[in-house]
């Protein structure tokens, strides 16, 4: 949601931020897709990367706002997307969330059935190695528009030393598909998270993302 706040209230916040960020790295990665120009590879967008057949910006039936990002699934292939890496600051939780949904391509309305199975995955070592946290299957596709799939990785499972990046994989497994996600969230729960998004205008300044202080 946005949030109102004043000048002096939001240098108090940053002040926050900064000195917890000095200390320590935070996973903070929030991406809406909002910002690509329609049909090119989410691969152009802040260190996230896609396999062929590639995730692109489309506008068509976006889950959230006006954009989402889609890749077409048919004979058997299969693709992934993945995250930017960041540093973990470690001692809190990680919660990961996206909206998600799968389409036939001939008519554009949500397929059930055994047509697709996507795995969810994370990394701490920079992609050396994946830990499977959930699979969706016919049992999990959406019947009424998007999904959200969300998970927490417990604190116990995390330390300074790592490195967090998750991977969507999806492959075919009948018919001719696309396949969206959107308003992608990982997010360390630290007690002051930083804003996402700053909008300023002459009067206030608008947060996009619920502040929490700790």
Do not use: H
């Not at 260190?47 to 039936?61: K, L, N």
């Not at 994989?169 to 360390?188: H, K, M, P, R």
Request: glycine share 6%.
């Amino acid at each position: 949601m946005n949030k109102k706040i004043t000048f002096k209230s939001l240098f108090a916040f940053v002040i926050c931020c900064f000195a917890l960020n000095s200390l320590n790295a935070q996973v903070l990665i929030y991406e809406d897709f909002e910002s690509g120009d329609e049909s090119t590879s989410v691969g152009t967008l802040n260190d996230w990367t896609t396999s062929i057949p590639e995730f692109t910006f489309t506008q068509t039936d976006a889950c959230v706002g006006s954009q989402s990002i889609s890749a077409p699934l048919n004979g058997g292939n299969n693709t992934f997307v993945t995250s930017p890496t960041q540093n973990v600051q470690g001692g809190n939780d990680l919660d990961i969330s996206f909206q998600y949904k799968v389409v036939d391509a001939s008519n554009g309305n949500l397929i059930s059935g055994n047509v697709v199975n996507i795995e969810l995955e994370y990394s701490l070592d920079g992609g050396t190695t994946w830990v499977n946290y959930d699979t969706i299957d016919q049992n999990d596709l959406p019947t009424s528009d998007c999904s959200t799939n969300s998970f927490t990785i417990p604190s116990s499972n995390l330390t300074s030393t790592d490195t967090f990046t998750w991977r969507f994989t999806a492959t075919n497994l009948s018919g001719d598909l696309l396949v969206f996600v959107d308003n992608f969230a990982a997010i360390e729960q630290v007690g002051c998270i930083q804003p996402v998004k700053i909008t300023v205008d002459e009067s206030s300044i608008s947060l996009t993302k619920q502040i929490l202080l700790g």
